[in-house]
């Protein structure tokens, strides 16, 4: 029997399982059925009205709930046509009008007039009032009203979803669709060479003149709906990052504890700093950033190029302290933080001295295929420190979405911020790049740090975000204090032993003069015992190993091969510098004093010209005197004090008791220069920028 829709009652019939069945007994959850081959089966309700098959004889179809969002959508005045129409048809349904007096017209009382008189008697009115309308159409709107609801009742001239290509011939859809796929590769055209590929294809495919262009104006239409989202005539790096992308649906990278993840890559800064030969470069940065608590571990600055040992010093820096630098506020002491502090120095006592950045052991690193991740220094040091190393797939930078995301990050929020500033591609460079480019290497590097700590690991990040607290994001300090607590334990940082052990190595002899490594000379009292003394390694020869950090050579660390340990020796012309330095401004240096006509393995000539460097490097932004140096390394002839470069070359330049070069590398006298037409700068003398500026006169007027 015909039941209303929503009621499920004993003795009804119902399909199940492409079977009919009665229902014969209701028990709570439980239905029980009566095949019409006399079988019982027991159901659970939910699962029964699952049912793909699930239907109930005779009773009236469930109503449908209207698409408000599709409705909203209409025009006004289409959706108003079809409440009229759901008027008329609950009328002729009901005999009653919605939101009128509850009395039937006599035309439309149910009581009175059959189902088929009431729908004649609403076509004659709706035609009387205007609206041709016959009973065909009045039937019809009523079947679509109980299938679709008041959607059924809209004109499908309204509803009808646009075609992107229109009415475009499909074959002409088709090759336009093949040339916009095939610009990918290809270096940036305009639509008209596209066009003219589409035509030649067509006339390939179906022979010359078969298949008809549409007019140029249908063309471009077809073309911007058919490349929208694929940059097909616009920049061909984004065509290709856009089509490098893949194809499934993207998933958060999660972890649920510090160190989890860490994900590494290197990529250029765009920040233009001051190399130390004199040359405007930009700088590549070496970043890890913890996937739990967005923490960036560690970043290292070097010119483009980075070596395998600059990504395994990655992996020591990040597991050992971030050091309070002199300078730096103390609101940027981790004692200052949110991070649990007094446990962390219970456990390392350097923790007290260490800036608000925590210390995160890796357990697996995700890499992409560079040769400096793929190489045997920084698989062995992975190895040494436990640490699994995940290569993400090829040219799959959504693998390591997370740092590709940091990088564009630090461009925002640090490089736009720094003089030297080149904005991420040509187009959006300025004209004076070149004059504001006056931080060097190590001055960027120091800056960065004190950033990380005063601009990152403070600042709430939306990738933070705790699934029951959306509305509140933590920062990279607070997602560690709590994930600390709730892993339940501590990382113990790096010893120093382990740090050295991880630094490149070196075999080198100990003579009376200490030790020499790419012409620096390192010594101290308690290496003097063992010159001229073998270390009882074999097969190196009797040579010890010399272990140093190539972004600060100014030390050494000899191991004691002898009594164990190490011997920390420092390189014997460090209070001429006063600041470390890193070993590729060492090299610099040396290049520059050969051109100058300095003897360049002469350490002492080197590190006068060191100490210039350097001390220009200090005066940081709004100097002329680094931007001088910048115009004018390699035009600038000899800088050093006539009696010092004569001396440099042919004799020594310290007392007998504090001389370091040992003979056997002495140097030979330089060729002397020929005078060149150039003003002589002493070593410290403040360069006026008028010296090296043909227009400061200009400036000057001009100020």
Known sequence: MAERPGVLRVNDRVVFAAATHTVVAISGNAIRLLSAAGATTVVALPFLLAAADFELVGAAPASRVDPHGLLDALPAQALRA??????????????????????????????????????????AELT??????????????????????????????????????????????????AVVEAQTATSTGTKSRAIRQIRQLLDDEHGEGVVELPSQATC???????????????SAVTRRQTANKPAGAYAATTASRPGEQVQLDSTPLDVMAVMDDGILG??????????????????????????????????????????MRPGWDAALAMSASRIPHQRLVSLDARIALAAAKPVIAPDTVVIDH??????????????????????????????????ERTFESINTLFCQHVAGYTGRDVTRRGRDVAERAVWTLPDLQELFDEWVIAGWQSRPHDGLRHPFNPAQAASPNDAYSALVAAAGYVPVALTGEDYIELLPADWRAI?????????????????????????????????WEVHYDPYDVSRVWVRNHHHGGWITVPWTHHSMVGQPFADFTWRASRKVAAQRGLDDTNEMAVSVVLAALLRRAEDGPGSGRALARTRT?????????????????????????????????????????EPV???????????????????????????
């Open 511 to 543: 003579g009376d003069g200490g030790i020499q490594i790419d012409y620096r000379t390192y010594n101290c009292a308690e290496l003097r015992p063992y010159a001229r003394k073998k270390s009882g390694v074999a097969n190196r020869a009797g040579r």
């Open 82 to 123: 079809a409440r009229d129409w759901e008027r008329h048809l609950i009328e002729v349904e009901t005999g009653l009008v919605p939101g009128e007096d509850a009395v039937a017209r006599p035309e439309y009382d149910p009581a009175v007039h059959p189902l088929a008189a009431r729908e004649a008697a609403k076509a």
């Open 220 to 234: 471009y239409r077809l073309l911007e709906a058919l490349s929208a989202g694929k940059h097909s005539f616009g």
């Open 128 to 177: 009387a009032a205007g609206s041709k309308t016959s009973l065909r159409t009045v039937q019809r709107m009523r079947r679509r009203y109980r299938e679709q609801g008041l959607w059924g009742l809209v004109d499908a001239r309204n509803a009808r979803a646009a075609k992107p290509t229109g009415n475009v011939d499909a074959r002409v859809v088709a090759a336009a669709a």
């Open 370 to 403: 560079g040769k400096v991740f793929l190489s045997e220094v920084f698989l062995r040091a992975a190895d040494t420190l436990g640490i699994s190393v995940q290569p993400a797939h090829q040219q799959t930078p959504t693998d390591k979405a997370i740092v």
């Open 282 to 323: 930009r700088a590549e940065l070496v970043l890890a950033i913890d996937i739990a608590t967005r923490t960036i571990c560690a970043g290292v600055l070097r010119p483009v190029g980075a070596k395998a040992v600059d990504a395994a010093l990655l992996l020591a820096r990040v597991t050992v302290p971030e050091p």
């Open 633 to 673: 390394a390699h035009a600038m002839d000899n800088h050093l004090p006539p009696e010092l470069t004569a001396a440099a070359v042919a004799g020594p330049l310290l007392p007998e008791s504090t001389q370091t070069v040992e003979p056997s590398v002495a140097a030979e006298p330089a060729p002397e220069l």
């Open 677 to 703: 037409e150039q003003p002589q700068v002493l070593v410290g003398e403040v360069v006026p920028f008028a010296l090296f500026d043909p227009f400061a006169d200009d400036l000057e007027a001009g100020r």
